[in-house]
């Protein structure tokens, strides 16, 4: 879907096309996401091996008072890797079909990055306790 703007530049998605190529070729947009897919496929994994390790109740919502109100059962646990999944895919959809701006573009990216670091750490932390 490629259009013609009124000073003959092309459009793709609302994009310039040289915009459009720049993303694309960004080096560290890419480690990001890459750290981003490594850090779900690694959660997915500590949960797999560790799933039948894990007690019948689980500190998961720390937010919640100490005791009983922060525990959960061991399904909870996919909470952080979905979470992790859905925002990461959330800030790269807006990073690129509504940014045209490569700083923009990154910082979204990186803010994905860490969050999805976070999650790793708090993922490893857990299971690391508790097994």
């Given at each position: 879907?490629?259009n013609?703007?009124?000073?003959?530049s092309?459009?793709?998605?609302?994009?310039?096309?040289?915009?459009?190529?720049?993303?694309?070729?960004?080096r560290?947009?890419?480690?990001?996401?890459?750290?981003?897919?490594?850090?779900?496929?690694?959660?997915?994994?500590?949960?797999?091996?560790?799933?039948?390790?894990?007690?019948?109740?689980?500190?998961?919502?720390?937010s919640?008072?100490?005791?009983?109100?922060m525990?959960?059962?061991?399904?909870?646990i996919w909470?952080?890797?979905?979470l992790?999944?859905?925002?990461?895919?959330?800030?790269?959809?807006?990073?690129?079909f509504v940014l045209?701006?490569?700083?923009?573009?990154?910082?979204l990216?990186?803010?994905?990055?860490?969050?999805?670091?976070?999650?790793?750490?708090?993922?490893?932390?857990?299971i690391?306790?508790?097994?």
């Amino acid at each position: 879907m490629v259009n013609q703007t009124h000073d003959g530049s092309n459009l793709r998605f609302g994009l310039r096309v040289e915009a459009h190529s720049k993303l694309y070729l960004d080096r560290f947009s890419f480690l990001c996401i890459a750290f981003c897919a490594i850090s779900v496929f690694v959660q997915v994994a500590l949960i797999l091996v560790s799933f039948q390790k894990l007690p019948p109740q689980l500190p998961i919502f720390y937010s919640k008072p100490w005791g009983e109100p922060m525990l959960a059962g061991p399904i909870a646990i996919w909470i952080l890797p979905g979470l992790t999944l859905f925002f990461v895919a959330i800030n790269y959809v807006i990073a690129r079909f509504v940014l045209a701006e490569l700083f923009l573009y990154r910082v979204l990216l990186t803010f994905s990055a860490i969050c999805a670091f976070a999650a790793l750490y708090d993922m490893t932390k857990i299971i690391s306790l508790l097994v």
